[in-house]
């Protein structure tokens, strides 16, 4: 939850501890309890240690990639009769989703491109603001899911950013080819960069 949190657009809300795996134990109004519930431990165990880890590289990620920041709502079409769209759900097997797929009880896992060069924003200096394009994974399933990468062409291959069932950075840069499939493991999501190709 971390991970769609943080990495949604709009402003992410984390309520203080989040980030170290402190717990209410289910008290929502915790205000008046001058104990452990409403205490922090600094004294982080090796897992909570892990989490906030895993929380920073989120936010880093987050900070470096204003895909993952716009301020405008995306369109869901064809920008200014270019081929590019802002953002594109997918279907496990790589193929765009449509109307009807909304209604499918059974889809337990769907992807989301994220066009960086569909940002139409400007930063302070009045520079078009453009990114790197972005696939994010969902898997809700209780099984590893073959989810097949977007291929805009035979050239396209994806830089793994980030897998939440690996939290740590040792599968990240690990590259993989458009158009073939990328095991996503159960209950989690991962996220993929669309490698540049120089000299195109």
């Not at 895909?67 to 995306?74: G, S």
């Not at 759900?89 to 109307?99: A, P, R, T, V, Y």
């Not at 992807?111 to 453009?130: M, P, Q, T």
Request: a negative charge.
């Amino acid at each position: 939850m971390l991970t769609t949190l943080l990495l949604s657009q709009g402003v992410p809300m984390l309520c203080g501890g989040d980030e170290i795996g402190r717990t209410q134990l289910g008290n929502n109004n915790a205000y008046c309890q001058d104990n452990e519930i409403s205490w922090h431990d600094w004294d982080l165990s090796r897992e909570n240690r892990a989490l906030l880890m895993f929380v920073r590289r989120l936010i880093a990620l987050r900070q470096d990639h204003p895909v993952f920041r716009r301020r405008r709502f995306f369109q869901g079409r064809r920008i200014h009769g270019s081929d590019i769209t802002d953002i594109v759900w997918l279907h496990s097997d790589g193929k765009e989703m449509d109307e009807a797929d909304w209604n499918q009880g059974h889809l337990r896992a769907i992807g989301l491109v994220l066009a960086g060069d569909a940002i139409e924003e400007k930063d302070a200096r009045g520079n078009a603001i453009v990114d790197d394009t972005v696939v994010l994974l969902f898997n809700a399933h209780h099984e590893s899911i073959p989810f097949v990468l977007p291929a805009c062409d035979e050239r396209t291959s994806w830089v793994l950013m980030l897998d939440t069932c690996d939290p740590t950075p040792r599968r990240s840069s690990a590259v993989f080819k458009g158009g073939e499939p990328y095991t996503i493991e159960a209950r989690s999501m991962a996220i993929l960069c669309r490698e540049s190709v120089h000299g195109a």
